[in-house]
């Protein structure tokens, strides 16, 4: 799908360079790289199968404790999400509110610097709980504990704060990607259930994809309108689509294969491990002063997508990402991804498929700044109790 969007973007003049023989005149070993890395990375979902699914470990008291707490804290982040997104669409509206945050001002109802950094740990560590929060009401639903419907409200509440997060920001990137990660546990965690309540999930799943979707395009049109001032006609409509798709592959050759002047060399992807850490230099900053700074220093605009051995590519330099991406790889698939058919490693699974593999695909690297990285080590924590968990079950 991204080839193929990259290809008609590049050919109908909808990328930057607007050279419809762009594709003939772009150097190949970009390509190539990009090709079996996305191989490599993508391999352990190949063998993945449904019925390898061991989920019959009961759940501990301290994670029933955190999946109920995360239950209740989805509930607040949804309203003042929600209500954030209501005040958006009825003032200056999606387009606008996505310009303001690249140029690091928010719309905040809540006005207290604290409370929203409390909001935003709190995001961390329910991030870190979802795949294990969702994995416990899909179970509710195979072993028939409660009604149907008010397990599918349960785990889509889980989405529910990202989701009016992304339409509040006017950022259709989120929603697409919210989109994928509930595409994941319908997927993997779907064949667990009888066929009725497939059909039952088929529908929900078409619902949410059709609600997706229109916000998708909304945003779209509204930032359009915000950047150019000129409402979008119907050629525009789908140019922003396909070219939101497709900009990934054509940028990867166009903007950065030998173009990057100076490596980061880790700074950008792990900056809490450097005594100067970069991202205290755009903090305050929003998403462009963060680009703008390391703009500054690569000389290529780091605010296009690029896929993932684009984005390490930029980070590191040729062999070096190479390397690093061989042992990204080795290490989930050596500890975690091999055993992806138990609970404990669920949290492991859901978010190398995210941060690796759909992101990577693109737009860039899933790995970088300490957010997600505060995220994982959390997700590891739950993993390695819940394996000790298991193993004592079943002694």
């Known amino acids: ?23 003939l005149k772009l150097p190949l ?13 993508t391999y352990p979902f190949y063998r993945i199968r449904e019925n390898k699914f061991r989920f019959n470990i009961s759940f501990p008291k301290w994670l029933l404790i955190l999946i109920k707490l995360s239950a209740f804290i989805f509930v607040i982040l949804t309203i003042i999400s929600a209500v954030t997104a209501y005040i ?3 003032t200056i509206g999606f387009g606008e ?66 989701t009016f997060s992304a339409i509040a920001g006017g950022s259709k990137g989120t929603l697409f990607f919210t989109m994928l990660n509930i595409v994941f546990y319908f997927v993997f965690l779907g064949g667990l259930l009888a066929t009725k309540e497939k059909k039952k999930l088929t529908s929900v ?38 070219h939101y798709l497709g900009e990934s592959y054509p940028n990867l050759g166009y903007f950065f294969y030998g173009k990057v002047k100076k490596h980061p060399n880790g ?29 500054r220093i690569t000389k290529v605009p780091m605010e296009v997508f690029k896929t993932t051995w684009g984005d390490w590519y930029v980070e590191y330099g040729f062999w070096e990402s190479i390397v690093a991406l061989i042992i990204v790889f080795f290490i989930f698939y050596k500890f975690w991804l091999r055993d992806y058919g138990l609970l404990s490693n669920i949290g492991i699974v ?18 970088e700044g300490t957010q997600v990285h505060n995220t994982l080590i959390l997700i590891l924590v739950f993993s390695y109790l819940l394996r000790k968990e298991y193993i004592k079950q079943n002694i």
Request: charged share 15%; glycine share 6%; proline share 3%.
């Open 88 to 90: 958006v669409a009825n």
């Open 205 to 242: 799943a078409i619902f949410v994809g059709i609600f997706m979707s229109f916000y998708v395009v909304t945003i779209s049109l509204s930032r359009f309108e915000a950047i150019s001032g000129s409402v979008a006609d119907k050629t525009q409509q789908q140019n922003e689509i396909v």
């Open 97 to 162: 509110a996505y310009v303001m945050g690249h140029e690091g001002e928010y719309v905040d109802i809540i006005g207290d610097n604290f409370i929203v950094r409390v909001i935003h740990y709190l995001q961390v560590a329910t991030n870190a709980v979802k795949p294990f929060y969702i994995v416990y009401y899909f179970n509710q639903i195979v072993q028939k504990h409660r009604k149907f419907w008010a397990n599918i409200l349960m785990i889509l509440l889980a989405f529910m704060p990202e």
């Open 350 to 367: 859901a978010f190398y498929y995210s941060n690796v593999v759909i992101r990577g695909c693109f737009s860039g690297s899933g790995l």
């Open 267 to 295: 700074r950008r992807f792990f900056p809490e491990f450097f005594k100067d850490n970069p991202e205290n230099q755009y903090k305050y900053e929003g998403i462009d002063g963060k680009f703008s700074y390391w703009n």
């Open 1 to 23: 799908v991204v080839t193929l969007m990259g290809y008609i973007s590049v050919k109908l003049n909808m990328h930057y360079s607007e050279d419809p023989d762009l594709g």
């Open 29 to 41: 070993t970009p390509y190539v790289c990009a090709y079996f890395t996305t191989v490599l990375l």
